[in-house]
């Protein structure tokens, strides 16, 4: 979210600017209705980095901890990403499926969280 300095003349750095990322690109992801992770985790990666190898290395990786990741269904998985829906293709590169720096990925499963009642 944009913030407005009280002073017009004040003009702050960015500490999280692309440049800041010796080429990488900040992606925040959300396996959504899970909260058993509650927020989005980001990863800075290279956007030469094919799809398939963020599913398995970054997703698989980090949201494995959850009992239920085991059981993801992925052709039925439901993306977005910044808020758009989203088909990723395996075999294209971050960048060619449209990921810029600071986006969010999001996936849905079609599997209810038996944590969703937990408080969890």
Not at 32 to 53: E, T, W
Not at 67 to 93: A, C, H, R
Request: glycine content about 6%; some cysteine.
């Amino acid at each position: 979210m944009a913030t407005l300095a009280l002073r017009a003349d004040y003009h702050g750095d960015r500490k999280d600017s692309a440049d800041k990322f010796g080429g990488a690109i900040l992606v925040y992801i959300n396996w959504d209705k899970h909260l058993f992770f509650y927020s989005a985790k980001a990863f800075p990666l290279d956007p030469n980095m094919p799809f398939a190898a963020v599913l398995e290395h970054v997703i698989g990786t980090h949201f494995c901890q959850h009992p239920e990741y085991k059981d993801i269904d992925w052709g039925t998985v439901e993306w977005s990403l910044n808020n758009e829906p989203f088909q990723p293709v395996m075999d294209k590169s971050l960048a060619e499926n449209g990921f810029d720096h600071k986006c969010l990925l999001r996936f849905k499963t079609a599997e209810k969280s038996a944590f969703a009642d937990a408080g969890v």
